[in-house]
């Protein structure tokens, strides 16, 4: 039984449901997993609160995190465990993306802009709002959003910034305001202070490329793509509000590009807010970050650094793996099929090295030669499957709390905050 604010994604619109606020419905489409480990959509018949009950929370390696009653089920490699069995250093199944909604929604252009920019380097928790930044791109890329709001602006400069000015239209008392103001009101951004802002859900609908386009204005404010003299990248966002990291890690993870979530160290004198980063990591979600999103303006120039120093290095999955516990399923299929070790190196055309073969986790594409070496499809659904492993970092308990019981359609698994459940 899961916690009331877990989220449930649902396949019609794109929005994250907390299960609690689908008590009572029924036929609600959802995205689901299916036995081969593949995404699809499905039908929630049921949500029932149970009542209160103790849960435990595990957080994993992602930042993510889930908490259930200790007889709830998640799936690992060798199968369904429930979380009283589990322990930190366990992986789980996660989504490793999200396809479109059936309703999928595109924003023009203009808004998408105007609002990443607000959301990063605005001012909206009082009239008048502002924007600044040091990049003329972003300034001008603002600019002329406000223009296709019919919203003349203009500059002043700050210390090492230029403020970019939001005049109202006419008076406000007489009717007459400012149609980015109106705007900001409808998707609840306007009075966010740094700390509070958030993601509008408005934004969770989005089909992909306006997700992409999403990202890559707001990585202009706060995020970063560097190359240091090694070679070695760095991309990453930086906020003081930790729904805003979430909902950027979401967004994220619907593109099928893994970001992890942690805390700062906070200041010894306590005269900063805690802090929060999404950290993209791993050359395979680095790649498609810098491919299919980049970043506007003059961090441009850093994400084709980035990009060429990426491409002249060999990759190192070690963030995206399946654990070496599948290895005990290669061996069972080994032997149902007379396969030997010494056999299945040379299938594999290595050197035989005994049981050091079983002892390390294995990227995608080496799973599917193991797969294909071994003749087991089975094992082949986990170098194909649309599933992400992320390790669990902790257990704990979280006291008494309303849980609620679901059932699915068709016997797949939910996604309950991205994380692979038992109905």
């Known amino acids: 039984m899961l916690f009331g604010d877990t989220l449930l994604e649902r396949c019609d619109t794109g929005e994250a449901i907390a299960i609690r606020d689908l008590a009572g419905h029924e036929d609600v489409g959802v995205f689901a997993l299916d036995e081969r480990l593949k995404l699809g959509r499905s039908l929630l018949t049921c949500v029932r609160s149970v009542g209160d009950r103790p849960v435990l929370r595990m957080t994993l390696a992602s930042g993510r995190s889930v908490a259930a009653t200790s007889d709830h089920g998640f799936l690992t ?59 003329e791109a972003n300034l001008e890329v603002v600019e002329k959003a406000a223009a296709e709001f019919g919203v003349t602006t203009n500059r002043t400069p ?46 969770q609908t989005f089909d992909r490329s306006d997700a992409a386009m999403f990202l890559k204005h707001l990585w202009a404010t706060d995020g970063s793509v560097t190359t240091a003299r ?24 619907r593109l099928g590009i893994g970001g992890r979530l942690r805390a700062t160290t906070p200041s010894t004198s306590g005269r900063h807010r805690q802090g929060w980063v999404v950290d993209v990591s791993g050359g395979e979600d680095q790649l498609t970050f810098l491919t299919f999103v980049g970043v506007h303006g003059e961090r441009g120039e850093r994400c084709r650094e980035a990009l060429d120093a990426l491409q002249g290095h060999v990759m190192n999955p070690n963030v995206d793996v399946i654990p070496a516990e599948v290895w005990d399923l290669v061996r069972a299929a080994m032997r149902e099929r007379g396969v030997t070790t010494r056999e299945l190196a040379r299938r594999l055309g290595m050197a035989y090295c005994g049981s050091t073969l079983y002892r390390s986790g294995l990227s995608r594409a080496r799973m599917r030669r193991v797969a294909d070496a071994v003749g087991d499809e089975r094992l082949g659904d986990f170098a194909e499957s649309d599933v992400r492993w992320d390790a669990i970092v902790s257990i704990q308990a979280e006291g008494d709390t309303e849980v609620f019981e679901t059932e699915l359609q068709g016997g797949r698994c939910l996604l309950a905050n991205g994380v692979v459940s038992h109905d």
């Open 77 to 135: 490699v060798s199968g369904w465990k429930r979380i009283g069995e589990l322990a930190p250093g366990d992986a789980l199944a996660t989504a490793r993306a999200l396809p479109d909604a059936d309703q999928a929604t595109r924003w023009p252009e203009h808004e998408i802009v105007m609002l990443a920019h607000l959301l990063g380097d605005g001012c909206v928790s009082r009239d008048p709002i502002y924007y600044c930044s040091r990049d």
């Open 158 to 203: 700050g210390r090492g910034v230029t403020y970019v000015h939001f005049p109202m239209i006419g008076r406000q008392a007489r009717g007459h305001t400012n149609p980015i103001y109106d705007w900001l009101r409808e998707l609840g951004v306007m009075g966010s202070v740094a700390h509070t802002k958030r993601v509008p859900s408005a934004v």
């Open 230 to 253: 090694s070679g070695r990248i760095r991309i990453y966002y930086a906020t003081t509000s930790r729904r805003l990291a979430e909902d950027v890690q979401r967004l994220l993870w």
